[in-house]
């Protein structure tokens, strides 16, 4: 997406988001106040940031094969395999601070008995999903070997044991793992932002979703066709409520709740 519409649509979100103040649901009421402006400082986010702090400052080359949208500063590549910097692709590939937190305060609050994360990268999402419960079962797909290989590492020093790691395309390995389970709890979408990817993704994973299920998009106005996802992600007739954040979208299909879309500040 151009810098331009980037900002349009962060301006008109600034214009149309709201606290917690006017908000009749009491489920949103309580997400909003005890989740996503929850500032507690959890104990293992210290670790968890010295891990990103070491991927930053490295120099080490990684050997990535982009099965999807490129990245904020590479073009488009379809399953070409380049020599990335570690320190580079941790700046631009990996959630932030505040909404890597934000995802351990989802899992700690729904308490999801599964998540599945389509994209680990370097694993540092990943270790915010699976230490907020470590009965929680976190599954990470992830295309790149060496990348996966240096996420794999960081789980280890972070001692995280509830993690199991498959390494593919999403494309294939996200209906094998559907297939082998009855049900999906919890998913994050951070890979592959195309349209039609992740329409594809949502629909897989909605035919083992439940009432309960939480769905986290990451990056709803990354591009024109993420923002086209997201919208029709939010017409679905499947789909209750939506949580609009800029940076990342969260669906709720709970049928007890109205049809509703909300844009929360964060
Ligand atoms: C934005 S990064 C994930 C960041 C990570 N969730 C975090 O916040 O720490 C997206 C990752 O998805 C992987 N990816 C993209 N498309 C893929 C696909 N179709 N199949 C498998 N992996 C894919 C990329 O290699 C990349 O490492």
């Known amino acids: 997406m151009k810098k331009l519409a980037i900002v349009f649509y962060y301006l008109k979100y600034l214009v149309q988001s709201t606290s917690e103040h006017g908000v009749h649901s009491p489920f949103v009421f309580d997400l909003i106040l005890k989740v996503i402006y929850n500032d507690k400082e959890y104990y293992p986010f210290k670790n968890i940031e010295v891990?990103?702090?070491?991927?930053?400052?490295?120099?080490?080359?990684?050997?990535?094969?982009?099965?999807?949208?490129?990245?904020?500063?590479?073009?488009?590549?379809?399953?070409?395999?380049?020599?990335?910097?570690?320190?580079?692709?941790?700046?631009?590939?990996?959630?932030?601070?505040?909404?890597?937190?934000?995802?351990?305060?989802?899992?700690n609050y729904?308490?999801?008995?599964?998540?599945?994360?389509?994209?680990?990268?370097?694993?540092?999402?990943t270790a915010y999903l699976a230490s907020a419960n470590s009965k929680t079962n976190v599954i990470t797909i992830e295309?790149?070997?060496?990348?996966?290989?240096?996420?794999?590492?960081?789980?280890?020093?972070?001692?995280?044991?509830?993690?199991?790691?498959?390494?593919?395309?999403?494309?294939?390995?996200?209906?094998?793992?559907?297939?082998?389970?009855?049900?999906?709890?919890?998913?994050f979408f951070d890979g592959n932002h195309r349209k039609q990817a992740t329409l594809n993704y949502f629909n897989l994973c909605l035919q083992k979703a439940h009432n309960n299920s939480?769905?986290?998009?990451?990056?709803?106005?990354?591009?024109?066709?993420?923002?086209?996802?997201?919208?029709?992600?939010?017409?679905?007739?499947?789909?209750?409520?939506t949580i609009d954040l800029f940076y990342m979208g969260i669906v709720f299909f709970r049928k007890e709740q109205v049809k509703q879309h909300f844009v929360v500040r964060f």
């Not at 599964?114 to 694993?123: H, M, R, Y």
């Not at 939480?214 to 409520?241: C, H, L």
Request: proline share 2%; aromatic share 10%; glycine share 6%.
């Open 51 to 107: 891990v990103r702090e070491q991927l930053l400052t490295s120099n080490q080359m990684v050997n990535c094969v982009d099965m999807g949208a490129g990245s904020k500063v590479t073009a488009y590549n379809t399953n070409i395999e380049i020599k990335k910097n570690v320190g580079h692709i941790a700046k631009y590939a990996t959630k932030s601070v505040k909404y890597a937190q934000l995802l351990f305060r989802l899992v």
């Open 110 to 125: 729904f308490q999801p008995e599964n998540v599945i994360e389509l994209g680990t990268s370097f694993g540092i999402s």
């Open 143 to 187: 295309g790149s070997p060496e990348i996966a290989e240096i996420a794999n590492k960081n789980f280890k020093h972070l001692g995280l044991q509830n993690i199991q790691q498959l390494i593919g395309n999403f494309d294939s390995v996200l209906p094998s793992v559907l297939k082998k389970t009855d049900k999906v709890d919890f998913v």
């Open 214 to 241: 939480v769905f986290v998009f990451d990056d709803i106005y990354w591009s024109f066709e993420m923002k086209e996802a997201w919208d029709e992600i939010k017409t679905d007739s499947r789909v209750k409520v």
